[in-house]
């Protein structure tokens, strides 16, 4: 017998925004004496903290400024704004398991939207 979980709700948060939540969620836990920070828990706030360039509303107006270009859906421009690709090598990483490929010209507007924030 196994058990699954339902997904209730999904969104996607970039790196600067989960450093946010996780700062509120260590400040409470900060608080009770008893509760220790569980593994993961530290982990992923250690994470967060070495990984967030951008302040958070930072990092959303640029997952904007990416889905408004042509070939940037919602994943790709969180995956982009949590990387920020400085170039066409690393921009193409992200796009490695699409089905299509990007030209040189799609890719360097791309590259200038990140470089406009990083």
Do not use: C
């Not at 017998?1 to 790196?15: A, G, H, Q, S, W």
């Not at 593994?39 to 990984?51: C, D, G, P, S």
């Not at 509303?57 to 949590?82: R, S």
């Amino acid at each position: 017998m196994t058990i699954f979980k339902e997904i209730v709700d999904e969104e996607f948060l970039t790196v600067s925004e989960t450093k946010e939540l996780l700062a509120d969620i260590e400040a409470e836990r900060a608080l009770d004496e008893d509760r220790e920070l569980p593994y993961e828990l530290a982990r992923a706030i250690e994470h967060a903290n070495r990984f967030a360039v951008l302040e958070p509303a930072e990092a959303q107006q640029l997952v904007d400024d990416l889905q408004d270009l042509e070939k940037v859906d919602e994943p790709t421009a969180y995956k982009i704004a949590n990387l920020l690709p400085r170039n066409r090598d690393e921009l193409r990483s992200v796009y490695a398991q699409q089905r299509y490929s990007l030209s040189g010209d799609e890719l360097e507007e791309i590259l200038n939207v990140v470089a406009r924030y990083a």
